[in-house]
């Protein structure tokens, strides 16, 4: 390789920026102050952003605040809750759920209208067929009844 030399007036060669840098001194030997040919390989603090939260840690904060770590909630917006959530209720507490006005009015009505009785609103989504209904007519409403809950009513 050439090196860039330029030759003065006095006709010594001056030396230029390039001639003067280190470099050229390293030219040639094995390695350029970096030891043995075997060392200074691979990557010694590890690749890229590695360890920004260890032996970085410092300029990551410094010069990336906010780069690693959580803010705020996360949104489960994709997650499916309780899909078999059925809360019940057998036929013997569903008395409780009517009102006495309304089964007092209902008993006084002589057209015969039974009380309609909406068992979700109550919470409750199925209605199990243990006990025994009260004689007096009902209308109920829920999202499922068992068997034998439907025998009975």
Do not use: W
Not at 63 to 81: A, M
Request: aromatic share 4%; glycine share 12%; proline share 6%.
């Amino acid at each position: 390789m050439a090196t860039q030399c330029s030759e003065s007036s006095s006709g010594r060669v001056a030396a230029t920026p390039s001639t003067l840098r280190k470099t050229r001194n390293h030219r040639g030997r094995g390695s350029p102050g970096r030891g043995p040919v075997r060392k200074h390989r691979k990557h010694p603090r590890g690749r890229g952003h590695a360890s920004g939260t260890r032996h970085r840690r410092i300029s990551f904060h410094k010069y990336h605040p906010g780069y690693s770590g959580r803010v705020g909630l996360r949104h489960h917006d994709h997650v499916k809750r309780n899909q078999n959530f059925c809360p019940t209720v057998n036929l013997d507490k569903l008395g409780t759920l009517v009102g006495e006005e309304t089964r007092g009015n209902a008993a006084k009505n002589k057209t015969g209208a039974a009380p309609i009785t909406d068992v979700v609103r109550s919470g409750h989504y199925k209605v199990l067929g243990k006990g025994k209904l009260p004689k007096q007519p009902v209308i109920m409403k829920a999202k499922f009844f068992s068997r034998c809950a439907e025998e009975k009513i």
